[in-house]
């Protein structure tokens, strides 16, 4: 009898503790939230014209956020520093995200966080779409802050000219 009682009071104990901690999904969907807060705030995407924009902090380090779709609820963005990855040649990091206006969200759709990163990081891979997409999310609200730190803000973009090559350096 006591262990049906020990039973029944420890399960009675986690939900406790799961109601107050967010799931998995939860967690998601309020790192979609702080993502779009730390977007919004750094650089208003939501009221740039479609383009491409340059960010110069004076650390070597440009970023460029790039306004690639406009629709009446979404906005598909690009960001990236102005480096390419020695072994892709792609930028890194670089990250590709979707900004619901009207959820107040903002989902990074893919990540490169660029080789080297990947060493400090591991790789994005994940089992399962929830983790990899958790993983994802994780990389850019980091970054977001990260960049927010350096002094990148609506005061240090600018309009990249459209026939500007872009001045990337290799890492």
Same mark, same amino acid.
């Given at each position: 009898? /006591?262990?049906?009682?020990?039973? @029944?009071?420890?399960?009675?104990?986690?939900?406790?503790?799961?109601?107050?901690?967010?799931?998995?999904?939860?967690?998601?969907?309020?790192?979609?939230?702080?993502?779009?807060?730390?977007?919004?705030?750094?650089?208003?995407?939501?009221?740039? &014209?479609?383009?491409?924009?340059? /960010? /110069?902090?004076?650390?070597?380090?440009?970023?460029?956020?790039? #306004?690639?779709?406009?629709? &009446?609820?979404?906005?598909? #963005?690009?960001?990236?520093?102005?480096?390419?990855?020695?072994?892709?040649?792609?930028?890194? &990091?670089?990250?590709?995200?979707?900004?619901?206006?009207?959820?107040?969200?903002?989902?990074?759709?893919?990540?490169?966080?660029?080789?080297?990163?990947?060493?400090?990081?591991?790789?994005?891979?994940? @089992? $399962?779409?929830?983790?990899?997409?958790?993983?994802?999310?994780?990389?850019?609200?980091?970054?977001?802050?990260?960049?927010?730190?350096?002094?990148?803000?609506? $005061?240090?973009? @600018?309009?990249?000219?459209?026939?500007?090559?872009?001045?990337?350096?290799? #890492?």
């Amino acid at each position: 009898m /006591s262990t049906t009682f020990a039973r @029944k009071h420890s399960s009675r104990r986690a939900s406790s503790a799961d109601a107050l901690l967010p799931g998995r999904f939860g967690w998601l969907m309020g790192l979609y939230a702080e993502n779009h807060q730390r977007l919004v705030r750094m650089f208003s995407p939501q009221r740039l &014209p479609a383009g491409e924009y340059v /960010s /110069s902090v004076g650390d070597g380090l440009d970023l460029r956020l790039v #306004i690639q779709e406009r629709h &009446p609820y979404t906005i598909e #963005i690009g960001l990236s520093y102005e480096l390419l990855d020695a072994s892709t040649g792609q930028p890194a &990091p670089s990250a590709q995200l979707r900004m619901y206006l009207d959820a107040h969200a903002t989902e990074a759709l893919h990540c490169q966080p660029g080789r080297e990163l990947w060493q400090v990081l591991e790789p994005l891979h994940a @089992k $399962g779409v929830l983790t990899h997409r958790l993983r994802m999310n994780s990389f850019l609200n980091r970054w977001l802050e990260y960049l927010g730190e350096q002094g990148h803000s609506i $005061g240090t973009l @600018k309009r990249a000219e459209p026939n500007e090559p872009r001045a990337i350096a290799e #890492i």
